[in-house]
């Protein structure tokens, strides 16, 4: 165990036409590597712009744990991607609680089109990013002094981080994990999730 450790909270921003492995991927890997350590390392639960219940692209309703206004403080902050990220940059005020939740993080993670709200705020100003293939042509018009990398399917920008499209934010999770708690908690976790991490994928 890392000497830094502590218990994290781990907060997944939702929305209405949200990717559901965007944000379901993560949450199972933070939730599961804390369940078989006792829960001693993080808190993890959903929030949103309010406690309405959010519709994801495909139908599946889900009901955030808080709002952008409630809840503890985030040290993780995890934004998913999909549909709903086209419409969400442009509401000023979702934008502007999120860049304050962002700033207050010790590390802000992007999942698939997540990367859109990231670059719409300038955080992938002059930073290399990754995100969902189908994505690309429009970050280069919500951030076009961000540098593309298709290649990747995660990349580690110290408190920013990006990953490709869906499947790729479980990845994202795991590099987060063994950066910090080492690759004997990330192997153990991903072992009992039946999960076959990829390697050389950074």
Request: charged share 25%; hydrophobic share 40%.
């Amino acid at each position: 165990m890392k000497d830094h450790f502590k218990k994290r909270n781990v907060g997944i921003f939702i929305f209405n036409q949200v990717e559901v492995l965007d944000f379901a991927g993560p949450f199972e890997v933070f939730s599961v590597c804390s369940e078989l350590h006792n829960e001693e390392f993080f808190n993890v639960f959903t929030l949103a712009r309010d406690l309405q219940p959010v519709d994801t692209v495909n139908g599946l309703s889900v009901n955030p744990k808080y709002s952008l206004d409630s809840g503890p403080k985030i040290d993780i902050l995890i934004i998913a991607g999909g549909a709903g990220t086209r419409t969400l940059i442009e509401d000023t005020e979702v934008m502007t609680k999120l860049n304050e939740l962002i700033q207050k993080s010790e590390f802000a993670l992007s999942i698939c089109s997540g990367a859109r709200i990231l670059g719409k705020l300038g955080y992938l100003d002059n930073q290399e990013f990754t995100t969902h293939h189908g994505v690309y042509d429009h970050m280069k018009e919500v951030a076009p002094l961000a540098r593309p990398r298709p290649d990747k399917r995660y990349l580690d920008n110290g408190k920013i981080l990006t990953s490709g499209g869906i499947s790729a934010g479980i990845d994202l999770s795991f590099f987060i994990i063994e950066k910090l708690l080492g690759n004997k908690i990330k192997q153990t976790t991903a072992d009992y999730m039946e999960y076959c991490l990829e390697e050389n994928v950074y």
